[in-house]
């Protein structure tokens, strides 16, 4: 029996599909554990340090951070990603470095004028957020303007993380992108600790944690730029097309940098879908920090928090199988793309599902590593509702991957719509009726909603189910058997 399962494993790691979506993918989900560990650890650190209230106060001010800090990258980002791929592969780096100009003026003026406007309009909404009979009311808008100020260093320091992407540097950018924040906010708030546990401590030490990362993107990206070779050596010499008519692959010129008008038209759209469906998430935090106090606010943040543990591997393979989807599609090769998608459900779901069941069985367990305030009947029902909208994003498999990578970017911007739509609506309805339990089934029915909704598009509209099933494989293991067992009793008969 191990003889059988080792060699079906070594006929496995010979598929290069399989194998390079398996490799490939647990790069990324190493980075990934150590970044959301670093983001637990973060939680608990201000949980068992600072208090629950502080971590309720610190989880809106992360919320507003995030979503004006989205609005001012304006998908540019995202753009540049792109372009600095594109123009790397041609060896354009006059190009790369003129439409870096152009990207980091639009998010240097939009990331300035929200982080001021933030700054000067949060003391008049403080009301809406947090308790006044608190003894720290007087001070949340002090604490809440911190977070508006590390806004400008949060949409520029974006900025430089997803050029870095753009050059193919995935560890660096996983590194500065979900590591390097959280583990500087961590020292910070340690020190701070061992003087005062003052609830200050806790979102400054978050806001130099973003300068830091900034400090370390807009390093590695300058460094870049000034010497090319270190961005590969496929970036490194500038090239002709091989071909007249070559450049035509590119949406825009090669023979001069974006302008601004192009940047915007091409980012906007990237921003949509994306965005959309971060920004739905932070908003729950929003609505409910208006009904509940903090310490609810914190109960569900680490909830939430605690049950996207399950989806690391699912991020992770996402981020390989998509280009993988993309050239399939390229290359009109439909059996390679069902192909593709089967290996990549196959491997979320066995990933991902033992993790889910864990939690399922034993919320408890996880609940408890960020203190005893967070293991009541209510943060438990909270946890596993959440998570059981979390079974649904893993059985669908990577439908919004899919969906982008085969030219439907605008299905996944109208589902992400729709989501936020059915979000935010529940969530008016729901929180104050039925509180933290109303915003957790509220984010349930909303994920739901988005991948099952593209699950059945993809379905309907391309023929490709993402919806794995276990039973497939083990019934195709049992027939496979069967028909061994007979071949050989064929054989056995004939002798």
Known sequence: MIKKITKKFRRKFKDRDFSEILKKGFTGTIISLVGRFSGYLLLMVIGWIYGQEALGVYTVGLSLLSIVGILGRFGVDMAMSRFVAQYGGAGRWDLIRGSYRTAFTIVFVLGLLLS???????????????????????????????????????????LS???????????????????????????FLVIFGLFSKDELWV???????????????????????????????????PKKPK???????????????????????????????????????????????HYVEEAKVAIYRVATRLTSLATIPLISINAIAGPKFAEAYGNNDTKGLHYSVRQA???????????????????????????????????????????????????TGPVTVLLNMTGRQKVTMYYALATVVIDISL?????????????????????????????????????????????TDLMGLINKKNKNVQKKQEVDHGD
């Open 116 to 158: 001021t406007a933030t700054y000067f309009l949060v003391p008049y909404f403080i009301d809406d957020f947090f308790d006044t009979a608190s003894p720290n009311y007087d001070r949340y808008a002090l604490f809440m303007q911190l977070f508006a100020v590390s806004i400008l260093f949060y949409v520029l320091g974006g």
């Open 243 to 289: 071909k007249p008519g070559a450049e035509k692959k590119f949406e825009v010129n090669l023979d001069k940098p974006l302008t601004t008008s192009e940047m915007l038209r091409i980012s906007a759209p990237m921003m949509s879908a994306k965005y959309l469906t971060m920004i739905y998430t932070w908003l729950d935090i929003l609505i409910l920090a």
């Open 345 to 395: 459900t196959r491997m979320i779901f066995w990933s991902c599902v033992p993790i889910l069941f864990i939690f399922l069985v034993f919320p408890k367990w996880g609940l408890y590593t960020f203190g005893k305030g967070y293991t009541s009947h209510e943060a438990v029902t909270v946890f596993v509702i959440v998570t059981l909208g979390q079974v649904a994003n893993v059985l």
């Open 161 to 187: 993380e997803e050029c870095i992407k753009g050059l193919k540097k995935t560890k660096q950018y996983n590194w500065i992108s979900q590591v390097v924040n959280q583990v500087a906010a961590i020292v």
């Open 203 to 237: 979102n400054l030490s978050y806001c130099l944690g973003v300068f830091v990362a900034f400090a370390f993107a807009q390093y590695y990206w300058l460094l870049y730029l000034r010497k090319p070779e270190l961005g590969g050596t496929e970036f490194a010499q």
């Open 427 to 471: 969530n008016l309805i729901l929180i104050p009726l039925y509180g933290l339990i109303g915003a957790a089934i509220a984010t349930a029915v909303s994920r739901t909603v988005l991948n099952l909704g593209c699950a059945l598009q993809i379905y309907f509209s391309m023929g490709v189910s993402t919806i794995y099933n276990p039973f």
